[in-house]
């Protein structure tokens, strides 16, 4: 599986930004799809994972702000960002779980919110 994002950029606080994710590259279908977040001399962190079945799930720091989606015909996530904050400020990556094969992680897309 391969992982396409775009999306990133930079937004001051309270302003709102939308991820998108595609995946190509396999005939199987994908279990989990999500983002993924690390700031500058920090761990990489799960911002939001769904289910192929819609079900989402999210890091407490986003929730309430962040939304998940994801189109299965499409093999694309989303993430629609709202509220931003300073904190926010990190390269996000696409993930993919695909029930066959290899997760698979997309290159980074950096977000930069501004106070």
Do not use: H
């Amino acid at each position: 599986v391969q992982l396409q994002a775009s999306g990133g950029g930079l937004v001051q606080a309270g302003g709102s930004l939308r991820l998108s994710c595609a995946a190509s590259g396999s005939d199987f279908s994908i279990n989990l799809m999500g983002w993924y977040r690390q700031a500058p001399g920090k761990q990489r962190e799960l911002v939001a994972i769904i289910t192929s079945g819609g079900s989402p799930n999210y890091a407490g720091s986003v929730k309430g702000r962040f939304t998940i989606s994801r189109d299965n015909a499409k093999n694309t996530v989303s993430l629609q960002m709202n509220s931003l904050k300073p904190e926010d400020t990190a390269v996000y990556y696409c993930y993919a779980d695909p029930w066959v094969g290899n997760d698979a992680w997309g290159q980074g897309t950096q977000l930069t919110v501004s106070s």
